[in-house]
């Protein structure tokens, strides 16, 4: 991503998102949490590997005209560029 799109996206940390493609390896199924704030589904995507879910092939989308979407690869750069302040950040 590009530092312009990762201050966009910081930017948008308290608008509605969904998470699509999450599997509960303990389940194995789809585990679709409900919609959360950017923010907080920046951070499950990047505890998931640690909360026994495979979200090699999630998908983050958020916002409207245009809907936006972040993938996995993105989130170890987004978090090492933005940290905590995802979530605790107003």
Do not use: H
């Not at 930017?11 to 907080?40: C, F, N, W, Y």
């Not at 993938?71 to 302040?85: H, M, S, T, Y």
């Amino acid at each position: 991503m590009t530092d312009a799109e990762m201050a966009e996206a910081f930017s948008a940390r308290r608008e509605m998102a969904a998470i699509q493609g999450a599997i509960d390896t303990g389940l194995g199924g789809d585990a679709a949490p409900e919609p959360l704030a950017l923010g907080a589904a920046i951070q499950f995507i990047r505890n998931a590997p640690y909360s026994g879910f495979d979200v090699s092939m999630a998908v983050i989308t958020y916002g409207s005209n245009p809907r936006r979407s972040i993938l996995p690869k993105d989130v170890p750069q987004l978090w090492a560029r933005f940290g905590e302040r995802w979530v605790s950040e107003p």
